[in-house]
């Protein structure tokens, strides 16, 4: 069974950053998209970034755009989200997810593994 462990989550002040990472057990993340989603309290998960297998194209939510960015290592098998600019509505628990397909879907029933998460907490 392929397993998405994510780290780097913490307790961050407004404006600052974060890196998270997620580590796949096999050769998942060089064989297809990988997407962060995140859930905040209360919330359903929502999409974050998402960034196709040879790392040639990444997407965003609006809400990021320009302040968090997405990349892989596929020799390493690596996924990491920088996060820079952090808000107090960044604050979630953010998941890596797997997907088979190319492209970059959104949707995450597009993915079918999944990390267990990992919080960040932005405190203002």
């Known amino acids: 069974q392929v397993q998405l462990v994510e780290s780097g989550g913490g307790l961050v002040q407004e404006g600052g950053s974060l890196r998270l990472s997620c580590a796949a057990s096999?050769?998942?993340?060089?064989?297809?998209?990988m997407g962060w989603f995140r859930r905040a309290p209360g919330k359903q998960r929502e999409f974050v970034a998402v960034?196709?297998?040879?790392?040639?194209?990444?997407d965003y939510a609006a809400s990021v755009k320009g302040r968090f960015t997405i990349s892989r290592d596929n020799a390493k098998n690596t996924v990491d989200l920088q996060m820079n600019s952090l808000k107090p509505e960044d604050t979630a628990v953010y998941y890596c997810?797997?997907?088979?397909?190319?492209?970059?879907?959104?949707?995450?029933?597009?993915?079918?593994?999944w990390g267990q998460g990992t919080q960040v907490t932005v405190s203002s």
């Open positions: 096999e050769g998942t993340v060089s064989s297809g998209t």
């Open positions: 960034i196709t297998a040879n790392g040639g194209t990444t």
């Open positions: 997810a797997a997907g088979p397909y190319g492209g970059t879907p959104r949707t995450q029933y597009a993915y079918n593994v």
